[in-house]
């Protein structure tokens, strides 16, 4: 079971890697609520021992109940505000990631977009196209895939000419 320190950020690829163990069959999802408390750390240790322990007792029940109370406790209003605007301001090799691929700055804004956004594959497309530099239009016609699964294809595909641009 992955750990996880109490970074807002990092918490929904958590999840997801736990809900992958949770898949494994009811026994792993009745297990996980048991297992998660020891492998939480920094904040989210102080967090769960914090908690009175009858309710500890609760939401150790299962993955459900323990997912919900780690989602309702981190993910607060504030940080869907601040990962609303952080995905929506995403570009291509903004500050900090001057090196970035154009795969990456794909992944990298679908999964902002994705964390926040319930947008369909054609929107996630345009927005990812939008902090894209203007002359990835002559490469990447986004009318031209069907699939966010496409779309990234012909990232990949294009990788060198996109760098070259």
């Known amino acids: 079971v992955p750990k996880w320190d109490g970074n807002p950020d990092n918490l929904l690829r958590w999840i997801q890697r736990c809900n992958l163990i949770a898949e ?13 408390p020891r492998v939480l750390t920094g904040p989210a240790q102080d967090w769960y021992f914090a908690l009175p322990t009858d309710y500890q007792r609760r939401i150790s029940a299962n993955w459900e109940t323990m997912r919900q109370a780690v989602a309702e ?11 609303r605007t952080k995905a929506l301001r995403a570009t ?17 804004k679908r999964e902002l977009l994705a964390a926040v956004y319930s947008f369909e594959d054609s929107a996630i497309m345009s927005e990812i196209m939008n902090g894209a530099p203007r002359s990835w239009c002559t490469v990447l016609d ?23 641009l």
Do not use: C, M
């Not at 494994?24 to 998660?36: C, F, H, R």
């Not at 406790?73 to 990962?83: I, R, S």
């Open 24 to 36: 494994d069959g009811p026994k792993a999802w009745k297990q996980l609520g048991k297992i998660i």
């Open 92 to 108: 291509y090799r903004q500050s900090g990631l001057g090196r970035e691929k154009p795969t990456e700055y794909f992944l990298r």
């Open 73 to 83: 406790f981190f993910l607060t209003n504030k940080w869907l505000d601040k990962t």
């Open 142 to 164: 986004t009318q031209r895939y069907k699939t966010l699964v496409d779309f990234h294809a012909a990232v990949v595909f294009h990788e060198d000419t996109l760098l070259d």
